[in-house]
C-alpha cells in the first residue's frame, strides 16, 4: 500500500511521545486505490409507521492532518477550524489529502446532518500523540458531539506526563468524558491497517480511562463480502476491545480511497446521524445503539476456530459487535410508548396495543380529521418517533362483512340463517330464534299478571333485538335489519328485562334495563361494557294504533356509542348519554301493518390516553317500516337510518416530541366525530306461496351512503329464497 509518510516509523523509534499516524503504515489511515461499494441505503421505516423526527445539525471534529477546504465534499458544511499549533483558523498544508477525504466521508453521506470543525494537527509532518489527545479535548471543548481521529493506536492510553500546550494528556482525556454538559463526545478512531490484531501495548484505554471507552467506537474494514478486509487490523481475543469494535466498508469508491480511516469517517457519520435525530442521547447511548444494532450475518460468526488455540468466534475476533447497520440503529428499541404524563421518563401505554374500534356510528369522520395522524412515540431510550395511529383507530364491521353477515341469516341455505319457534298460553309466550347449528341467538318470554306484563329476554349483541320495534311489528324478514343495533354489535351477549303496567284502557308506563358485556377475557373488548335503562309512556289511540314516547340512559363503561378503546386509544371509564325517542306501532287491518321508530342521544364523555374529552354529542337514528299482506302474500317497504353521531368534537392532547431534559411536548388537537354522510336503507320485500308447501321471497335493498360516508358509492344488494317442505 502506497506510504504517503515514509518518514513516519523511522521518527517513531526516536521520539518516544509522538503518534505514527496519518495514512496506511501505522494502521489508522487511507491509501488511494480503486473502490468496490458506496454505503447508500435510505431510511425507510415506513412498514412500521414509525419515522424519525426532529433532526438536528451536529458538531463533528475531524482531527487531522491538514485540509483543504474547497476540496471537501459539501465544503459548506465546515463551520469552524484551528490550527492547535498556530491558534488560528488556518488548517491548510501538511497532508490535506488525508484530511480532505476523510472530511468528505463525513460530510458526503447520507445522513447529511454533520457539520464538521476542522481541527489540524500535524507540523512539520509529525503529529504528537500529546498533540492528538489534545486536539480531542479541545474539540470537546468546542462543542463537538462526534470526534473522529483516523490514528492508529488511538486505543493505546498516552503516558500521564505527556502533555500539550500545558495540558496533560490525561486531563484531555477527561475533557471529552465532561464535554456537553457530561454528555460526552462519540470518540470515532481507526483500527489500522496492518492487518494484524490490535496491539495496546499493556496500556489499554480501558485499563486506566475506562469513562472515555466507553464513548469509543473502533473501526475495523470489511470487504464487498462483509468479511475483515485483508488490511485492516482487527481486535483479536481481547474481549474488551471487542465491546467496543464495530465494522463498516474499507473501501470508498466516491473519494477514491480506501482504509480504516474510511471506516472510522462512516462510523462518525452514523454516531452524528443518530444524534442529529435524538440529541438528548449521551455519546454512550449513541455510540452503544450503533454497537448493539450492528449486523452479525457474515459468516465468520457461524466459525468457532479462532485465535491461539481455534476456538474463538471469528465473528467477534475480527468484526468485534459486527457491521454496522444505520437502519437498525435509527429502529425503535424494546417496547415503544406513547407518553401519558409530561415527563417521557414516567412511561406510557403501549403504542402497539392501543386500539380503537369504531361503532357504525362514527362513520368516516375520525379517519378523515387528520387528529391521530402524526403522533409522537418514545422507544427505551427516550428516542421520539412518529406513528400514524389513524390506522389503529378502525371501524369494527366493514360495509362488506357486516352486508354478508346480514344475508347469510336471511339465507335458508346457510349455517347462519335464523330459525324462530315459539310456545304460547293465556298468560304466557315464549319465543326463540337459532341458527342452523342449533345455537340460540335470542330469545324472549312474556307473563301477564292482571294490569302487569314482565318482559324477559336476551340476545348476541350482533342479531336483532327482540324488543324493538322491527321485531315487534311482525313485518317480514328484510335485510338491512339483520343485524343488532349499533350500541349491542361488540357484546357476546346482552340480557334485559321490561316491566308494563297499564295505567288504564288506553295508557301504560314501562319501565326496562339491559346490560351487554363480553364473556372471552382475551377478547379485545373484554373491558367494555354497557347497560340501559328506559322509562317508556305508551298511549294507544285506536285498537290497532300505539304511540309511545321514552327517555333512556346509557351508561358505559371503556366505550362510547358502540365503541371501544385500549391504552392511548381509549375511552373514559364510565360515559353516559341521554336519549329520547318516540315511536309508532299500527296494525290498521287484518292487512296493512306499520311501525316507526326515532331516537336520539346527547351526552358528553371522557378519554383515556390521547383523546381528553367528547363535547356536545348529538347522536340520532330511525327506522320505519309498511307491510301488506293478504292471503300468501306478503310486500314490505323499510326505511332505516342506523345510528349516527350528529355532532361531537373530541379534544386530543398529542405528545409531538420532547425536550433535552425528557419533557414530552404536547399538542392540542380537535375533530369532529360527525361523518360526512348518513346511511340510508331502503328496502323492498315480496313473498308468495305457490303451494301449500313452499314459499318464495324477494328482497332488494338499496343503500345510499354506506357507512356514514358522503363519497362512498351507493350500493344494492338482492336476495332470492325458495323454501319447500317436505
Known amino acids: 500500500m502506497f506510504d504517503k509518510h515514509p518518514l513516519f516509523l523511522a521518527m517513531a523509534a526516536v521520539l518516544a511521545s509522538s503518534a505514527l499516524a496519518g495514512c496506511s503504515s501505522g494502521g489508522g489511515g487511507v491509501s488511494s486505490g480503486p473502490s468496490q461499494s458506496v454505503f447508500s441505503p435510505p431510511i425507510d421505516d415506513s412498514s412500521t409507521n414509525q419515522v424519525p423526527v426532529g433532526p438536528v445539525d451536529v458538531r463533528v471534529a475531524v482531527t ?3 485540509f483543504d477546504i474547497a476540496s471537501i465534499t459539501n465544503s459548506e458544511r465546515v463551520i469552524d477550524s484551528l490550527n492547535i499549533h498556530t491558534g488560528n483558523s488556518d488548517v491548510s498544508g501538511g497532508n490535506e489529502w488525508h484530511g480532505n477525504v476523510v472530511s468528505s466521508v463525513i460530510s458526503g453521506g447520507d445522513q447529511g446532518r454533520a457539520r464538521l470543525d476542522l481541527i489540524k494537527v500535524e507540523k512539520d509532518g509529525v503529529t504528537l500523540s500529546s498533540a492528538l489527545d489534545y486536539a480531542i479535548g479541545v474539540a470537546a471543548q468546542r462543542g463537538a458531539r462526534v470526534i473522529n481521529t483516523s490514528f492508529s493506536n488511538r486505543f493505546v492510553a498516552s503516558d500521564p506526563r505527556l502533555s500539550f500546550n500545558g495540558v496533560s494528556s490525561a486531563d484531555s482525556y477527561q475533557r471529552v468524558v465532561n464535554a456537553n454538559g457530561g454528555s460526552g463526545a462519540v470518540y470515532v478512531i481507526s483500527a489500522g491497517n496492518d492487518g494484524l490484531s490490535i496491539d495496546t501495548q499493556g496500556r489499554p484505554m480501558y485499563a486506566s480511562h475506562p469513562d472515555l471507552f466507553n464513548m469509543m467506537l473502533i473501526a475495523v474494514g470489511t470487504d464487498s463480502n462483509g468479511n475483515i478486509h485483508p488490511s485492516s487490523s482487527y481486535p483479536g481475543g481481547d474481549t474488551q476491545l471487542q465491546e467496543r469494535t464495530i465494522a463498516t466498508d474499507f473501501v470508498n469508491r466516491t473519494v477514491g480511497a480506501q482504509g480504516t480511516s474510511i471506516s472510522a469517517a462512516r462510523i462518525s457519520e452514523y454516531a452524528a446521524g443518530i444524534l442529529s435525530i435524538w440529541p438528548h442521547l449521551n455519546a454512550q447511548q449513541a455510540s452503544q445503539r450503533l454497537l448493539d ?5 457474515s459468516a465468520l460468526y457461524q466459525q468457532n476456530a479462532c485465535g491461539d488455540g481455534a476456538n474463538l468466534n471469528c465473528g467477534s475476533f475480527y468484526l468485534g459487535q459486527g457491521e454496522a447497520d444505520i437502519n437498525a440503529a435509527l429502529a425503535p428499541q424494546g417496547d415503544v410508548i406513547v407518553p401519558q404524563s409530561d415527563q417521557v421518563s414516567a412511561g406510557g401505554e403501549q403504542a402497539n396495543t392501543s386500539f380503537m374500534q369504531l361503532s357504525g356510528a362514527y362513520g368516516n369522520a375520525l379517519a378523515a380529521s387528520g387528529a391521530l395522524d402524526s403522533v409522537s412515540v418514545f422507544d427505551e431510550l427516550g428516542r421520539d418517533y412518529q406513528m400514524d395511529f389513524s390506522a389503529q383507530a378502525q371501524q369494527r364491521f366493514n360495509r362488506s362483512t357486516q352486508l354478508r353477515g346480514q344475508m347469510e341469516r336471511m339465507s335458508i341455505s346457510s349455517a347462519q340463517a335464523i330459525q324462530t319457534a315459539s310456545m304460547e298460553s293465556d298468560r304466557y309466550h315464549f319465543t326463540s ?3 342452523n347449528a342449533g345455537e340460540l341467538v335470542s ?3 312474556d307473563g301477564t299478571f292482571g294490569s302487569s306484563t314482565l318482559s324477559a329476554f336476551q340476545y348476541t349483541g350482533e342479531q336483532i333485538d327482540p324488543m324493538s320495534g322491527y321485531a315487534e ?12 343495533d349499533v350500541l349491542t354489535q361488540a357484546f357476546d351477549n346482552v340480557n334485559g328485562m321490561k316491566t308494563r303496567y297499564d295505567l288504564s284502557d288506553q295508557l301504560s308506563l314501562s319501565a326496562s334495563h339491559w346490560a351487554g358485556g363480553v364473556n372471552d377475557e382475551l377478547r379485545f373488548a373484554s373491558d367494555y361494557s354497557a347497560n340501559r335503562s328506559d322509562i317508556e309512556m305508551a298511549y294507544q289511540l285506536t285498537p290497532g294504533v300505539n304511540i309511545s314516547t321514552h327517555i333512556a340512559r346509557l351508561d358505559e363503561q371503556n366505550g362510547l356509542l358502540g ?14 348519554m341521554t336519549f329520547v325517542g318516540a315511536g309508532l306501532q299500527a296494525n290498521v287491518s287484518n292487512e296493512f301493518a306499520a311501525f316507526a321508530e326515532f331516537e336520539q342521544g346527547y351526552g358528553d364523555a371522557e378519554g383515556s390516553g390521547l383523546v381528553t374529552q367528547i363535547n356536545d354529542i348529538k347522536a340520532q337514528q330511525m327506522a320505519l317500516g309498511l307491510q301488506w299482506q293478504k292471503d300468501d302474500e306478503r310486500a314490505a317497504l323499510t326505511l332505516r337510518q342506523p345510528l349516527r353521531i350528529d355532532q361531537a368534537t373530541a379534544e386530543f392532547s398529542v405528545p409531538v416530541g420532547r425536550t433535552l431534559d425528557g419533557g414530552v411536548l404536547r399538542e392540542t388537537r380537535e375533530a369532529s366525530l360527525s361523518p360526512s354522510g348518513r346511511q340510508l336503507d331502503i328496502e323492498l320485500g315480496y313473498a308468495f306461496m305457490p303451494s301449500e308447501r313452499s314459499q318464495l321471497q324477494f328482497n332488494l335493498l338499496h343503500t345510499m351512503s354506506p357507512g356514514h360516508n358522503a363519497d362512498a358509492r351507493a350500493d344494492s344488494a338482492a336476495m332470492v329464497n325458495y323454501q319447500l317442505a317436505w
Open 443 to 445: 330469545s324472549r318470554f
Open 563 to 576: 365503541a371501544n378503546g385500549s391504552g392511548a386509544l381509549g375511552f373514559g371509564r364510565h360515559n353516559q
Open 64 to 66: 487531522d492532518t491538514g
Open 293 to 297: 444494532t450492528a449486523s452479525q450475518t
Open 433 to 435: 330464534r337459532a341458527n
Open 473 to 484: 311489528s311482525g313485518i317480514m324478514p328484510m335485510i338491512s335489519f339483520q343485524s343488532g
